[in-house]
């Protein structure tokens, strides 16, 4: 084939450069374009590159390009110098199409690049991988291939620039189970509507959870509450704004988190914040139950009037305002899909897209929510005797939307008496204690049963919480047995610092027994089930017997919280990491979000064995 003019033209440049006495970058630099050397940087810091070996048989190599640089594709090749092991697949990203001045149209990759390397078998410690690659300048300057060779030790990252390696830490995007693996596939695969459309369906499916159940009756209330309800279409259209507010506050939280590498959300949990917000569903609550009345300030409620177009209760700026406060209850359900989108935007800046994934997560929880909304705005009464009924038991749902957010910073035991409570107080309105002529109705006669029920059932709640019970169906259960979640939980080994961390993994590595990290909250759902319905499960504790159990609490947030979490490369938990009886971590592996016993179980075997399955 031909040698194209351009081509023969570079390869002039490149022998008259390599000619001069100062040969090398900084004399190519002065030929393109008369560019000086501190123009451009050298190859290294424009494409600072590192190698990992995450798993025995995969490996991840990876470049942090330079804004304004970029790399040809095809020109990235990869090999194993010593033969450990044969690359059997590649994964590159598609780049873009580039018209280059020297090589003509070729497909070229902007910003941080990410190859997998999958290999037909486990490679030793200590195997060399051999990478060439060759990148440009959008400026005008093109370097000249490089080939490098590098070291690949267990989980560490190795970095090198042109000439020597140096060991860097890296961030890096660690697949996850429960989903989340696969949901960092969709966002780094550029396929937009397939990306969106499994957020949209992870949300709905997250919707129903225990995350959606805080927000119903704030919804209804907001529109039990609206003066200006003549139909479903208003109703329609305030459950939007609310769904809408709680998506554009969702997405911004995370695109925050994951821009500082810090989780907004989980900063959200603190005391300070759950007992204010906690304290204003209770006056909410009492407003509704008539002992007082909420009025904003004269002045206020004018601006807000012009804004809305209504008064009071139901207005479209209370909807929007109710809808970002209602994130705070979505942000405890750290589902796969949520803590895969804030990985991705922190590994690749692209917080765009990590964004708009956020937000179609987001209205996919929304959705159930809209038809609950318009449904209601339908059935609920607008005035009469029934209304203030229906205000009274909008009341006792903002108490409970209080106590949600309440219980995740008290022990379990209290949690049980406030819940006990609760359920007393609505026992003595229904009429528990009230007694019952002959002729009274069948209503009458309903309504008292179902107030003794509760009263039994609150009793139940109260005398279990004496006893230190914390669990809601079984409030008697820690008068009869400890529960596996419980023996578990005594048995682990609390890690308060990243130094204790240390300690523990050199120590079970030494001893040659293998580990289970559980990164939990007591704000975080998906926690709470793991600990009432996996960790108890016989298989569960069969799986792990024999491991070395360590137990991450970030309840608090707080510095030495986010050390740990920042060194584990987890953004939210739950999380639950393994690590082999050689003290390798198998990071794909994890187990994020709730998994039941027998998946559990299952998994644990699998990663405590050292990531294969076991005989």
Same mark, same amino acid.
Request: contains cysteine.
């Given at each position: ?415 049980? #008496? /406030?819940? =006990? $409570? @609760? &359920? %007393?107080?609505?026992? !003595?309105?229904?009429?528990?204690? *009230? ?107 069969? #799986? /792990?017997? =024999? $491991? @070395? &159990? %360590?137990?991450?609490? !970030?309840?608090?947030?707080?510095? *030495? ?55």
């Amino acid at each position: 084939m031909p040698i194209r003019l351009r081509q023969l033209s570079l390869l002039v440049l490149i022998v008259l450069a390599l000619a001069l006495p100062s040969a090398g970058a900084n004399s190519l630099s002065s030929l393109f374009g008369g560019k000086t050397s501190n123009k451009f940087p050298p190859v290294e810091e424009a494409f600072p590159f590192s190698v990992e070996l995450i798993s025995p048989q995969v490996i991840a190599a990876r470049w942090e390009t330079l804004d304004g640089f970029y790399l040809y594709r095809d020109k990235i090749a990869f090999a194993l110098p010593n033969d450990e092991a044969e690359i059997i697949e590649q994964v590159l990203p598609e780049g873009s199409l580039h018209d280059d001045p020297y090589f003509g149209r070729l497909h070229v990759l902007y910003g941080p690049v990410e190859a997998r390397l999958r290999l037909d078998r486990p490679l030793p410690d200590g195997a060399l991988l051999q990478a060439q690659y060759q990148g440009c300048a959008d400026a005008g300057l093109c370097y000249p291939p490089q080939t490098l060779q590098l070291t690949l030790t267990g989980s560490d990252v190795t970095s090198a620039g042109a000439s020597s390696p140096a060991s860097t830490p890296v961030p890096s995007t660690k697949p996850a189970q429960g989903g989340s693996g696969s949901f960092q596939a969709l966002l780094a695969g550029g396929q937009p509507l397939l990306m969106l459309g499994s957020f949209f369906v992870a949300g709905i499916l997250l919707a129903f959870t225990a995350c959606l159940y805080p927000m119903v009756p704030i919804l209804s209330g907001l529109i039990a509450g609206d003066r200006h309800r003549s139909g479903s279409l208003r109703s329609f259209l305030l459950s939007l704004v609310y769904i809408e507010a709680t998506a554009i506050t969702y997405a911004a939280a995370g695109v925050a988190a994951g821009l500082s590498g810090v989780a907004i959300q989980a900063n959200l949990q603190s005391p300070w914040v759950l007992g204010s917000f906690a304290g204003l569903f209770v006056l909410l609550a009492l407003s509704m139950f008539g002992l007082f009345s909420l009025q904003l300030p004269a002045g206020l409620q004018t601006r807000l009037t012009e804004l809305s177009g209504a008064q009071k209760g139901g207005t479209f700026v209370g909807a929007a305002i109710m809808g970002a406060l209602s994130a705070l209850i979505v942000g405890a359900c750290s589902g796969p899909a949520l803590i895969a989108a804030l990985a991705f935007i922190s590994s690749t800046g692209d917080y765009m897209l990590g964004g708009l994934a956020l937000f179609t997560l987001a209205n996919g929880m929304g959705l159930p929510l809209l038809l609950i909304g318009t449904a209601a705005g339908r059935w609920l009464p607008r005035s009469g005797p029934w209304m203030e009924k229906i205000q009274r038991l909008f009341g006792v749902g903002f108490l409970i939307v209080a106590v949600l957010l309440i219980e995740r910073l008290l022990p379990g035991h209290l949690s049980l #008496a /406030l819940w =006990g $409570a @609760l &359920l %007393l107080g609505c026992a !003595v309105y229904l009429g528990a204690f *009230d007694s019952l002529t002959p002729d009274a109705g069948g209503l009458l006669r309903l309504r008292k049963y179902a107030g003794v029920l509760l009263l039994i059932w609150s009793s139940l709640l109260l005398l279990g919480s004496a006893g230190g019970g914390a669990d809601f169906w079984r409030p008697l259960h820690a008068f009869t047995e400890r529960s596996g979640s419980a023996t578990m939980q005594a048995s682990s080994l609390r890690i308060r610092t990243t130094a204790e961390l240390d300690t523990a993994l050199a120590q079970a590595r030494a001893a040659g027994q293998p580990v289970m990290l559980d990164v939990r909250a007591d704000w975080c759902v998906y926690c709470i089930q793991l600990e009432r319905s996996t960790f108890p499960a016989p298989e569960v504790q069969q #799986a /792990l017997a =024999g $491991a @070395l &159990l %360590l137990t991450v609490d !970030v309840t608090a947030m707080n510095d *030495d919280d986010k050390a740990l979490l920042q060194r584990l490369d987890v953004f939210l938990p739950p999380a639950v990491i393994f690590y082999d009886a050689q003290g390798r971590e198998h990071p794909e592996q994890r187990i994020v979000g709730f998994l039941g016993p027998a998946a559990f179980a299952a998994q644990a075997r699998q990663a405590l064995n050292g990531g294969s399955q076991p005989l």
